[in-house]
């Protein structure tokens, strides 16, 4: 049996970080990916499908500390669905993606560039054939 999803989409609002009664941190967010298509007219539509996601743990730290509403992010995880009551009493469903992996894929471009949060590697550009020195044992 297979149970898994992936998602490429934007934060619909700040992750909502929270935590267990044994400690460990829970991150609730919803991911909105969206789809460009022409209907049948020539028209062109989107289609917007909105996921509700939770992750637990290190990754649920990691998310309520990094991601902000608008960013851009891969998800990765399985769908679950799990019962609960309203504030009324009613027994109420809902299917979400347990995240077991995400990766920021870009900035919220609505909001100012930071230094990176994370050290990246910086490849010089290489020099012309002219700069090099004449000492090339070859």
Do not use: H
Not at 27 to 40: H, I, N, P, W
Request: with cysteine; hydrophobic share 30%.
């Amino acid at each position: 049996m297979l149970n898994q999803v992936q998602v490429i989409g934007r934060l619909g609002k700040d992750p909502e970080t929270r935590y267990s009664a044994s400690g460990d941190a829970v991150c609730s967010f919803s991911v909105a990916a969206s789809e460009s298509y022409k209907d049948k007219s020539g028209q062109k539509q989107e289609k917007t499908e909105w996921f509700r996601c939770v992750t637990y743990k290190q990754l649920a730290e990691i998310c309520g500390q990094y991601l902000t509403k608008g960013q851009l992010v891969y998800i990765s995880g399985s769908l679950q669905t799990r019962q609960y009551q309203d504030k009324q009493g009613a027994e109420k469903s809902i299917t979400e993606v347990k995240v077991r992996d995400m990766k920021m894929l870009g900035r919220n471009d609505s909001q100012p560039a930071e230094e990176p949060k994370t050290k990246t590697n910086v490849i010089p550009e290489p020099k012309p054939m002219s700069e090099l020195d004449d000492d090339i044992p070859f």
